[in-house]
């Protein structure tokens, strides 16, 4: 999240963990800055769904959802996204700017719990993808084919 937020195109929100709020500083950062969520609960899940919908219509700001939803360790170059951002997007027709960060799993390897080398990190947003007449499950399965791409070719 800090490396997207400030190079993101427009204002936005995006969302986080609600046990990232308990770290000294960063989680003042991230309770102002993010819709926080609880992933452990049902109720928490649908409340941020519900507050993701209001910072797109009301406040006017995007969005930053990771599709993964959590860490990569599957050894591919991406895991399978989960349902709800590509939801929020076709509920509040919103487009989406899939955004591609490289080299992070050399910088916070998974295995390790914090962890932090110097090593430049690459991000590579890509054109948004109108998502008008589409399903939930056809968007995602785009954007998937496409970051998928992004990621192969440039390996």
Do not use: C
């Amino acid at each position: 999240m800090p490396l997207l937020t400030p190079f993101f195109p427009g204002p936005n929100k995006t969302i986080a963990k609600k046990s990232m709020s308990r770290i000294p500083l960063f989680g003042w950062v991230y309770t102002r800055g993010s819709v926080l969520v609880d992933r452990k609960s049902d109720a928490s899940r649908k409340r941020s769904f519900d507050d993701m919908r209001k910072v797109l219509q009301h406040e006017k700001l995007n969005m930053a959802v990771y599709p993964e939803g959590t860490r990569n360790r599957t050894g591919q170059p991406l895991k399978s996204f989960y349902d709800g951002a590509f939801k929020l997007a076709v509920d509040t027709q919103k487009d989406i700017i899939p955004v591609v960060i490289r080299n992070t799993a050399k910088a916070l390897p998974p295995s390790q719990f914090f962890y932090l080398l110097p090593v430049p990190l690459e991000m590579e947003l890509l054109p948004a993808i109108p998502v008008a007449g589409k399903t939930a499950d056809a968007l995602k399965a785009e954007v998937f084919d496409i970051m998928w791409k992004a990621v192969a070719e440039n390996a």
